[in-house]
RNA sequence: GGGCGCUUAGCUCAGGGGUAGAGCGCCGCCCUUACAAGGCGGAGGUCGGUGGUUCGAAACCACCAGCGCCCACCA
């Protein structure tokens, strides 16, 4: 119970109300949150263990990593992962969310670099050692405000099973999962481009290289011949300054255009070297001149045609992409682009360049990490992970429906991604990572095992050398579903929860890690590593932009909780939920979530205070017991229940969201609750309980369908129902048809309106909603008899002082008439009535009526309409025209009589 | 160069063969005993364009345009 007082400003209720419903009148999320939160902790809800009398549910946490903050778009992903956990923890599943951070390799060491480069430390001065010393220094300092940041977010993650991708057991899953891949064929050593970024000096794989266009340079210049200077091959090419390690020059076969040069020579102006000149169907004959340049060193097609030619290697860049020794003198030390320029100006003095196209636009690939442009580099010799016999199983587990896909358009990109795929480059050349588990003695055989080992296993020479690469960040993610459970080792909590059930992610790392953990997965465990795949947006400003600290858009998700609470904002995301790409997102959500957690609130209070001091689960009332307008409730609830668990079965969490906002909001409190107020204010004592408790009951079931998005407000007023110990353990609503009354929702239906019509006509002739009226209810086909039972709710809504029913219109004089769905109602007027107003309003709305009668008189003047569409379809437009010809009827005599 | 997505109210987006929806914003009136973080009422869309299928299209199909994303070794 809290403690908060009363404010200033509440009005006191009647000394009648217990002390324990006097809840204050706003709701205090930041008063209420993290108490809950502990107590969830401290009685161990969140934890999960296996359990063989319960089907298991498991989702493992995308790792984010381990020393960068939380932005919105991780409070977005854990949301939608709480909300599918809690529901299957309600479900009476064995609940398992398992979280846990990334080391990030690259990512992690240019934090740490930049940060030590401030105190003017250079990591080359402090060596290996002590610099992963002072990224573990980072970890420890860094990594638990993941943690504070989610517990505070409200997510009921196992805290006791928190993992590390560089904790122990991990380590020992890369090194199992290495020397399986290796063993296997799977993981083999060589020396081929690679994309490299001469900023983090460490080569990356394909999918961690950006491509986007580039203004740069198409320079046209020519060989000319060894045997005929004065003649050449003019070639194209956007990086003139690779020409220094050209080593060949290719036209395709059947280009006449060079039919005649083929197996001639070129002279290189600067090395001096004579170019073979070879045919290659590489080479694309209307590009450009027809004519390649081949710098097998520095491009990954020119490399493919050096090797077939045999043309040797000239590596002219070092890491830094820098000219090497390996280049003419004069352009040695130069970095690339000072390069790009010389070069050119080298060839323009010469005489050599034919045309220079600036901007010419064209893709670059750039590091993925920090933006600078990769080049494709000889970075000695590399490991690989050859995918050819991995991508088949992938690829079936995903047509199979063993992984679906959620929206299943997400399966075509993966499974066209596994097509094209390309053997994967693991090796990186820094030192925060798990270090390759190969050993080199000086005979330069390889020790590949699981354990340090002492001596060669080839030779048995003590003097062996480890590798100095670490692993691709992504070679452990990609074991993150098994390895957290304890892989390689046979546990049981492996065998229990292994596969996982749902893994919810975004798509920028569909590729970088959903598909490898698929394909590692299913070699190294034998089974898919999930059965589900979520993939949702990327979380956007509120006008669809990227967010970003340098625009100034950002939302810290640790501000909006400390200011407004974690509810609002989970709500505010959640109604975003939707399976667009783009989720935008700003304040005014998670003002609509402040505010929709106050009415839950407010609403609440009413409702228990209705409960008149009842606890206990709410009994649902005896039907006969039952007003109209109960059933009506009832009935709507079902309907918002069933859609609710539809939707999350299906993931579509925004569709969720909004079913039970609606419901809440319009359904529950502006009409089922404004209703109940006749009874629970003005009813008998058996009145009062039935209200009372129906009111409770439908609430308490709602708040636990909600439970899942809003934990925190629901738990607060759960718990004052004494219905159980915490609404995190309570059952998830089942579903009851049988609560589904299509004659009530009809009847109320026309109430709805008979009211929303007189209150139209109410605020039309500026009456104050304080003035009572009186009205008379005509039927037009339906018999009043059945409206009848709904008089006291209209009565209330519609602040009427009495409503009569009468046989027909004629009945009534002295009236103003309105129409409402098959009813007419007169409320008298009095003499209070404007007349130029009402005449007004009767001419706008025969106009309307009028205009709508005639659409549908001349659909069914249509033949074809007629004869073919359905009977129901046809039907119900006459009743429709009949209808709005009686109304029209009704306003040209009520127009006539006002003059 | 392939593939995918989007285009609906002022803004951000749901929906989906048979009377156009939500939230926010906007305009009125109202501090009515759950809530002014509220209530009641209202204004505001030829559902991107063109053709087709159909009795009927905003929805299905084709093409087109604009925007966005992913994949790709055309120098």
New binding site residues.
């Given amino acids: 119970m809290s403690e908060q007082p009363a404010t200033a400003s509440?009005?006191s209720?009647p000394a009648s109300t217990p002390d324990e419903f006097d809840l204050p009148?706003?709701?205090?999320?930041l008063a209420t949150e993290q108490r809950l939160y502990e107590q969830w902790v401290e009685s161990g809800s969140f934890r999960a263990d296996p359990n063989p009398d319960r089907e298991p549910y498991c989702i493992v946490l995308p790792p984010p990593n381990v020393t960068g903050a939380l932005h919105i778009g991780h409070a977005f992903q854990q949301l939608l992962q709480d909300i599918v956990i809690r529901r299957a923890r309600m479900q009476g599943l064995e609940a398992l969310w398992l979280p846990g951070t990334d080391h990030a390799g690259i990512a992690t060491q240019v934090v740490v670099e930049r940060e030590l480069a401030k105190e003017g430390i250079d990591r080359r001065e402090i060596g290996r050692e002590a610099f992963v010393e002072k990224v573990w220094e980072w970890k420890a300092q860094y990594g638990g405000r993941i943690v504070e940041q989610m517990q505070a977010m409200g997510n009921s993650c196992d805290w006791s099973r928190l993992r590390f991708t560089m904790d122990d057991g991990l380590a020992h899953a890369v090194r199992v999962a290495f020397v399986r891949l290796y063993e296997g064929g799977l993981i083999y050593r060589g020396e081929r481009l690679v994309n490299w970024c001469p900023r983090d000096t460490t080569s990356l794989s394909?999918?961690e290289?950006?491509?986007w266009d580039v203004d740069g340079e198409l320079v046209t210049f020519t060989y000319p011949f060894s045997d005929d200077p004065s003649h050449g091959v003019d070639?194209?090419?956007?990086?003139v300054e690779t020409m220094l390690g050209d080593t060949g020059i290719a036209v395709h076969p059947t280009d006449e255009r060079y039919t005649g040069v083929i197996g001639k020579t070129v002279h290189h102006p600067f090395t001096g070297q004579d170019l073979p000149i070879a045919a290659d169907d590489?080479?694309?004959?209307?590009?450009?001149?027809?004519?390649?340049?081949v710098t097998p060193a520095h491009?990954?097609?020119d490399f493919?045609i050096g090797q077939r030619h045999g043309w040797p290697l000239m590596n002219i860049l070092t890491a830094q992409a820098r000219i090497a020794d390996t280049a003419p003198e004069r352009f040695r030390g130069l970095d690339r682009y000072e390069a790009r320029a010389a070069v050119l100006e080298a060839l323009q003095e010469l005489g050599l360049v034919k045309n220079v196209e600036r901007p010419y636009a064209?893709?670059v690939g750039h590091c993925y990490r920090c933006d600078t442009e990769v080049e494709p580099w000889l970075a000695g010799l590399q490991w690989f992970v050859r995918v050819d016999p991995l991508k088949g199983p992938a690829k079936q587990a995903a047509l199979d429906g063993k992984i679906r896909f959620w929206p299943e358009?997400w399966t075509?990109?993966y499974t066209?991604?596994l097509d094209?795929?390309?053997d994967w480059n693991i090796s990186r050349q820094l030192w925060w990572g798990h270090r390759i588990p190969v050993w080199y003695c000086p005979d330069g055989h390889m020790t590949c095992v699981v354990e340090d080992p002492s001596a060669c296993a080839e030779c048995g020479s003590e003097q062996l050398r480890q590798d100095p690469d670490v692993l691709d960040t992504w070679f452990s993610s990609q074991l993150w579903p098994f390895s957290t459970l304890g892989w390689p080792e046979q546990t049981t909590d492996l065998s229990y929860f292994y596969p996982t059930t749902t893994l919810i992610t975004g798509?920028?790392i569909l590729?970088l890690w959903v598909a490898r953990m698929i394909m590692s997965g299913l070699y190294l465990t034998g089974d898919v590593p999930f059965h589900n795949v979520v993939i949702h947006g990327l979380v956007?400003d509120?006008?669809?932009r990227k967010m970003s600290k340098s625009v100034g858009n950002t939302i810290d998700p640790m501000d909006v909780v400390e200011r407004a609470g974690a509810d609002p904002l989970r709500f505010g995301l959640a109604?975003?939920a939707?399976?667009?790409?783009?989720i935008?997102f700003g304040e005014?959500?998670v003002?609509?979530g402040?505010?929709f957690?106050?009415?839950i609130w407010?609403?609440s209070?009413?409702v228990l205070?209705a409960r008149d001091g009842r606890t206990g689960p709410p009994a649902l009332p005896d039907r006969a017991a039952m007003t109209l307008p109960e059933r009506w409730l009832l009935s709507r609830h079902e309907a918002m229940v069933e859609e609710v668990d539809q939707a999350l079965t299906e993931f579509?969490f925004?569709?969720a969201a909004?079913a039970i906002?609606?419901f809440f909001?319009?359904e529950f409190?502006?009409?089922s609750?404004?209703a109940e107020?006749e009874r629970l204010?003005g009813g008998s004592p058996a009145e009062r309980e039935t209200a009372g408790e129906l009111l409770a009951w439908v609430l308490e079931r709602t708040l636990r369908v909600l439970h899942p998005m809003m934990p925190f407000v629901t738990e607060e007023i759960w718990q004052r129902f004494g219905a159980g110990e915490s609404i995190v353990t309570a059952p998830w609503p089942e579903q009851r048809p049988e609560l589904t009354d299509a004659e009530a929702e009809a009847r109320f239906g026309t109430a709805q309106e008979l009211?929303?019509a007189i209150?139209?006509f109410?605020?039309?002739h500026?009456l104050?909603?304080?003035l009572s009226l009186s009205a008379t209810l005509a039927p037009r086909e339906s018999d009043s008899k059945e409206i009848e039972s709904v008089r006291p709710e209209i009565e209330r809504l519609a602040n009427l002082s009495s409503l009569e029913f009468g046989e027909s219109a004629s009945e009534v004089t002295g009236a103003a008439r309105l129409s409402a769905d098959g009813f007419d109602v007169f409320v008298r007027l009095e003499g209070v009535l404007d007349l130029d107003v009402e005449r007004e309003r009767l001419r706008a709305r025969l106009a309307q009526v009028e205009a709508?009668a005639g659409r549908h008189r001349s659909?069914l003047a249509?033949d074809?309409?007629v004869?073919?569409?359905?009977e129901a379809?046809v039907a119900?437009?006459r009743v429709?025209l009949s209808s709005l010809d009686e109304e029209a009827e009704g306003l040209r005599s009520q127009l006539a009589s006002l003059g």
């Fill in positions: 509440a009005p209720h009148p706003a709701y205090d999320a394909d999918s290289v950006n491509h070639v194209a090419t956007t990086r590489a080479v694309d004959p209307t590009f450009g001149t027809g004519a390649v340049k491009d990954p097609t493919e064209h893709p358009r075509h990109a066209q991604w094209v795929l390309r798509y920028e590729y956007r509120p006008h669809g109604w975003q939707t399976e667009a790409q783009n935008p005014e959500h003002d609509a402040r505010r957690a106050n009415k407010n609403a209070r009413l205070r579509h925004a569709e909004q906002h609606r909001w319009s409190c502006d009409w609750i404004e107020k204010y009211v929303t209150r139209r109410r605020k039309a500026g104050r909603d304080g709508e659909k249509n074809a309409f004869s073919k569409a359905p379809v119900k437009e429709r």
